[in-house]
């Protein structure tokens, strides 16, 4: 199993990583704050971690070297909302070992970033083989409309 943390302040995106993680049976942690999640980092010992690019108390650029040296050295996945090819290229040069754009399908992205993760690190985690999903299914809203009903029906 890995030991993920979620630093972003977008906490619907990370209820949808959190249970798919947890679904395939990995350590989870949420923060919605980058001091918060600075604070985890230098506390725990994580495998991975999705790190927002912007968040309202800071830059996750700014502060990716200094998780990068954090023990055990996790693998950091930038998120961003921007698209912006040069914040991209930033974050692989300053050591991410991934960026996802979250607008164009955030959920399938990281479950190929994750499935890479994992395959890469097989002394630290189980992989599991997950789902492919078409360009026409967007696995997030799925997410989304079976958390609302469950909501509804409580």
Known sequence: ???VLIIDDNKAFCDVLY????RMEHEMRCTHI???????????SFDVVFLSARMPDGNGLDVLPEILQTPPSPEVIL??????????ELAIKSG???????PYGASYHTSKAMKQFFAQKPHRITVYDLPSYSPDYNPIE????FYRDLAEAL
């Open 19 to 22: 249970h798919a993680a947890k």
């Open 96 to 102: 991410a070992w991934d960026y996802i754009n979250r």
């Open 79 to 88: 998120i961003s909302d921007s698209g912006d090819p040069d914040e991209a």
């Open 142 to 145: 799925s997410l989304f409309a």
């Open 34 to 44: 980058l001091r918060e999640g600075l604070m985890a980092t230098r506390s725990g």
């Open 1 to 3: 199993m890995a030991n």
